[in-house]
């Protein structure tokens, strides 16, 4: 009796493939191959007999901590379970709100050219490299859903009759027909949801907590197309045109004070212009004013200038009473789409 390893090579009758004896005495042709292997107690639910051991060099390995994850920090899907340490809150700037804000299989293996810019879920750990990207989609006019995506993360900080004041207010600016920045890959089924909850679920905590989550991961998507058009930017050495260099930003990841300094110098002077005469702007200015405060307010920026400068300007997702003008023009047309 032997075993064969490839049912190729077997000439005779009786002769079988490998882990199967060959009962035809010496008429199997193949020399079988020597595979070391392990010893398994495994049973087969189906005839209770012990299934084949796995060869060594079928077994598998320990993953390894690549580098990116040594240099920016574990991706979410791979933090250490309770009782083995985990990272704390203070650590970054967005905690997410669903299992879609975290990294990609392919996001994870991006290569180390782009530093934070690589993923989303990298450049959320690095305020600097995020005001950098800010300030890139300012310049182009697209920051709706980037703004819609940290201030939606704030929101549920908030007790339930903050949130029912801030979900408005977060409708009416970035979702609804005619809304100033508005975002623009929601489709009709997702707002569809949103209003049913606004009309008609309000005093349930849990769905209201939760009423972003589906128009948040539109919103990534839309955020992962915009970072892969800045690296292509980069790519062509126009990077420094929307922020500082990457040896100054990577000075930044390691001392707070440098971080905040990077942050003021690209976005303070935004805002200052795009205030200047906030209680005539127009509608979609308003609310960049608005949405640029309150990003600020989450960076934690310090210096004076920028402290007053966020005092007197609208925000989202503020205990006080709104200064948003064109809330209540946008109440009509929330009430028509929920009608």
């Known amino acids: ?162 949130m029912k004041k801030w979900a408005y207010e977060i409708h009416s600016s970035f979702l609804v027909p005619g809304a100033p920045l508005k975002v623009k890959n929601i489709d009709e089924t997702i707002l569809n949801e949103i209003d049913d909850v606004l009309q008609n679920q309000l005093e349930k905590e849990d769905n209201l907590r939760s009423i972003f989550i589906k128009a948040r991961r539109k919103a990534k998507e839309e955020l992962n197309e915009l970072l892969a058009d800045f690296r292509s930017k980069r790519n062509l050495c126009l990077g420094n045109l929307f922020g500082p260099s990457d040896s100054q930003l990577e000075e930044a990841m390691q001392d707070k004070s440098k971080e905040l300094k990077i942050i003021e110098q690209l976005l303070v002077p935004k805002l200052e212009i795009i205030s200047e005469d906030v209680e005539n702007a127009n509608d979609k200015t308003l609310a960049m004013v608005a949405a640029l405060a309150t990003v600020l307010k989450q960076f934690g920026v310090k210096s004076q200038q920028a402290v007053n400068l966020i005092e007197r300007c609208p925000c989202f997702v503020a205990k006080e009473k709104t200064k948003l003008k064109f809330l209540q023009r946008n109440k009509k047309v929330l009430k028509n789409t929920m009608n």
């Open 1 to 162: 009796m032997e075993i064969v390893e490839d049912e190729d090579t077997c000439q005779e009758e009786g002769c079988v493939t490998k882990d199967v004896l060959c009962s035809t005495t010496g008429n199997c042709s193949t020399t079988p191959a020597i595979v070391p292997e392990v010893k398994s107690n495994t049973f087969n639910p189906m005839d209770g007999r012990p299934l084949p051991a796995l060869p060594l060099e079928l077994k598998p390995v320990n993953t390894l901590i690549s580098p990116s994850q040594q240099k920016y920090g574990t991706p979410p899907e791979m933090s250490p379970s309770p009782g083995q340490g985990s990272l704390q809150p203070s650590q970054y700037l967005i905690m997410s709100m669903e299992d879609e804000d975290w990294p990609s299989d392919s996001e994870v293996g991006l290569l180390e050219n782009h530093g934070p810019f690589n993923a989303m879920w990298k450049l959320l750990r690095y305020q600097a490299h995020l005001a950098v990207f800010m300030y890139f989609l300012i310049t182009n006019s697209e920051p709706a859903s980037l703004f819609f995506y940290l201030i939606t993360n704030s929101f549920q900080e908030g007790t339930v009759k903050e």
